[in-house]
């Protein structure tokens, strides 16, 4: 099925968007979906009683951009990010591929990662990447508090070798 302006469905179950540029926008292969849109491509919610979420991609962004304003939020709590740093050290971390395909990717189960971080209404085996985002943030905050607290040791260690190693020139003399 073709819809739009120059769109070709050429595959064998293949759907074509085209806007309105004057180029053919063909299908790319059996059983695909294409959508050329070139001011970009957005899905919203419309939920009533909330702020409507939305997923966007526009000319020029390298990923879908997703709603995070704090005005859509509530119940905002802080994170310990030292807890989050151990949360995410002993989640399992794999090289895998999907059933089927031969392409392969880094991450973790939705499973694991649910285990470590129980946010409520999460489904069990899917990831959303705003808990991933977020998750990785603390744990960057974690990990330079950590390096923070270990300059300030190193340091600490430093000044009191100084202050032997010069105690010790001057007994010397």
Known sequence: MAAGRQAAATNVGAFVWADSMGVVA???GSNTVLFRASGGVRFESAT???ANHRVEWK???GAWLFSSDRAM???LAPVDSAAVLERVASLPVY???FRGSDRRHIGVMAQDFHACFPLTGAEETMLDSADLHGVTLAAVQGLYEALKAERARAD???AR???LEAALAEQGR
């Open 73 to 75: 939020k509530e119940d």
């Open 156 to 158: 600490a260690l430093e």
């Open 26 to 28: 063909n299908s790319w």
């Open 95 to 97: 090289e895998w591929n």
């Open 161 to 163: 070798l100084l202050r």
């Open 59 to 61: 000319p020029g962004d």
């Open 48 to 50: 009533p009683g909330a």
